[in-house]
């Protein structure tokens, strides 16, 4: 078996360390005997998603995420086409943010999102910061989600569902208790950690699912998790007493 992960300007977009998501999907699958084919695409170069199997964006502060706008805003109707055809997709905070409507600067600037799923953002004055924990239900489980949030912006969700709801943090907009977006196999977040290396159940659900999508077998062999496992029961502890 065998995925094509492509990692969207991972030197524009790795705030706080986020190419660790795309570490941690590659050696999950490598575990497994999983072959990954790895493709870094910086600006301008060429990408065909519908090869694709996982996409990561990572997080961004204002100035990256307004490099990067043109050369992503190009890139809309192939990202549109594969996202509706089941792309496994995951986007953190900046990168997340450019999926939407718009990001509005604190200064006033928009920077044009890709308007592919439908919330918008605007930067408020206290930026939101700190350990967050938030409850994703999947498939067939309910999951507790671990990760540091540290950004500006405040999501506002329309007709999107959220990734899951915070049980402590801020996540969107620190108001609605909603926290990132899930729509198809799009995941969007504001959790830095990075998110995958400290939430293994999650990173495996991403791996099941782009497996199923290409018609392989998503039963993942076992792997021991016992060390992310007792640093999340940590967390928890910390964060949910
Ligand atoms: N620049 C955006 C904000 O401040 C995103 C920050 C990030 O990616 N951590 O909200």
């Not at 718009?102 to 890709?114: F, S």
Request: neutral net charge; proline residues 2%.
């Amino acid at each position: 078996m065998k995925l094509n992960v492509c990692h969207l300007y991972p030197d524009l977009l790795n705030l706080y360390g986020d190419r660790g998501n795309v570490m941690a999907f590659k050696q999950r699958c490598s575990w497994r005997g999983i072959k990954i084919n790895l493709f870094e695409v910086n600006l301008g170069e060429k990408i065909n998603f519908k090869e694709m199997d996982f996409l990561f964006l990572g997080g961004g502060s204002d100035r990256e995420q307004n490099l990067i706008a043109a050369d992503l805003t190009q890139r809309t109707s192939d990202l549109k086409e594969a996202i509706e055809d089941g792309l496994v997709v995951l986007a953190i905070c900046g990168g997340y943010q450019l999926l939407g409507k718009y990001y509005r600067t604190l200064d006033g600037k928009i920077i044009p999102g890709l308007e592919l799923l439908d919330f918008y953002t605007e930067a408020g004055l206290k930026r939101l910061i700190g350990n967050i924990i938030i409850e994703v239900v999947l498939e067939d489980s309910i999951i507790q989600v671990v990760g540091f949030e540290n950004h500006a912006g405040r999501t506002f969700l329309g007709h999107i569902y959220p990734l899951g709801r915070v049980l402590s943090g801020y996540g969107n907009n620190g108001k609605d208790n909603k926290e990132g977006v899930r729509y198809k196999n799009v995941f969007c977040s504001y959790l830095h950690g990075p998110l995958l290396p400290k939430n293994p159940m999650l990173t495996d659900y991403l791996i099941a699912t782009a497996l199923k999508r290409r018609g392989w077998s998503d039963k993942l062999d076992f792997l021991d998790d016992s060390l992310e496992i007792a640093a999340q029961k940590v967390m928890l502890k910390r964060l949910l007493k």
